[in-house]
């Protein structure tokens, strides 16, 4: 009996999330047509190398205590408890005098897709910035702020939706931005990798023994004069070392790095972004044998080590080519679970979106890759090793631009697990979602085509 019941409380997640993040802008996203990749790849502007300007900020997001968790539904929606260490959202600006992107890291589970909205359309108008050129991310930590979302179905996970905390969230988002903007200079960039630097740190946990990706990437803006002004740190597993019993705020491990980071370079602004992290998470008896305090704390100094490591061995360009482009892609029919028990596509067409919006940001070789879906480690990998055959350097962004669930490969939907259930878009929406990324990325290299 426990056992369906687990598996019914599973599924009464899964139609939370499907009707949180489908039911509230379908009537938006439904009714716009499907973008041309004619008209997206207009929106490819090369200029060849040119100076780079750049900004960051950072301001605090800790709602106040009492403010729903959000992070596990077997809180529900109980008010928090204090406060472990602080939420912020840290932006980034970037220019080559012609496109200006923007890069946000929240410390929040998801980005809804409703917050999202609203976002994108107060960048567009107050800071003109198009589509295309915006990245919102969250860090998924698990003791985020709640009360973001509204919807009686997002109260499992999110709690009691205020207004009032979505307004302050959107507010400080905004003030993030535009401080960001307006503190653009002339800076020198590079980026470092290791794509080993996690191996035995991070785990499968849906299939033991399973693929990972160990990699850990650093993209560094420094000023002329060689002071580090921000630092992106990209690497892939879930925040979930606190557990559902731990009722204070906290960033988890993405936390505990940015702290360290930013102590270590006063003045700069380290942004934590995930990758394609949906079935990783960190190997927290390695870290620490039974404390989750500890672990976080060890997991955070173990990325900033290595952070600062790749930050000392960068190697740094004063020059280059910025692009952003993007549009809306169609969405096979859903695939919906109660538990184990899937229910007609039909049913899930009416809660859930049927196109998604998806765009890239490139910077010389380097293209940043926004996924709103929580694509496993396998997906990820194939789509890094494509975009790395057409000569790119690709860095994964989850967590991005909303949320549409789970995305397994067609082999692990056969699977039955808790990825599989949260997989809205059945065994084929995750590697649609990879073709399709491919196709933009595609569209860089004809435009840099005609530009030779």
Sequence with gaps: MKRRFRRFLSGCC??????????????????????SLQGIQRQIRLKGPSTLYAGAARVEITPPVGTP??????????????????????????????????????????IPP????KIVRRFSSELH??????ILTATHTHSGAGAIAPGPLYRIVFGRYSPRIEAMVMDRMSMAARQA????????????????????????????DGAVDAGLRVFLVESLEGRPRAIVVNAAAHPTLLSSKQMRFSADYPGALTQRVEAAYPGVVCLF?????????????????????????????????????????????????LAAWGGRFPLPLPRIHLGPVPLHPLLGRLIRPSSVYLNLVALNRTVFVPLVMEMTTDLGNGLKEKLSAQGLQPVLMGYANGYLGYAV???????????????WYGPHGGEMQVEELIQLAHLLQEARRVVR
């Design 129 to 134: 910035l198009p589509r295309q050129a915006i």
């Design 181 to 208: 903007l307006e503190q653009q200079q002339p800076v020198r960039w590079g980026i470092g990798m290791r794509e080993d630097f996690l191996e035995g740190l991070v785990e499968n946990r849906m299939i033991p």
């Design 14 to 35: 899964v139609i939370f999330f499907a009707a949180g993040s489908g039911c509230a802008i379908n009537a938006v996203r439904s009714t716009l047509p499907h973008s």
């Design 114 to 117: 409703t917050l999202v909205e």
């Design 409 to 423: 490969t067609s082999a692990q939907y056969k699977k039955i697990g808790y990825e599989v259930q949260m997989t």
């Design 273 to 321: 972004v995930n990758g394609a992290a949906g079935d990783l998470r960190p190997r927290g008896s390695v870290l620490s044998p039974s404390n989750n305090e500890e672990r976080v704390d060890r997991f955070g100094q173990v990325l900033a080590e290595g952070t600062t490591a790749l930050v000392n061995q960068a190697h740094l360009e004063s020059k280059g080519d």
């Design 69 to 110: 968790l959000a992070g596990y539904a077997r809180r529900k929606g109980k008010p928090s408890q204090g406060v472990r260490d602080p939420l912020y959202v840290r932006a980034l600006a970037l220019s080559d005098g012609e496109d200006t992107i923007l890069l946000i890291s929240a410390d929040l589970l998801i």
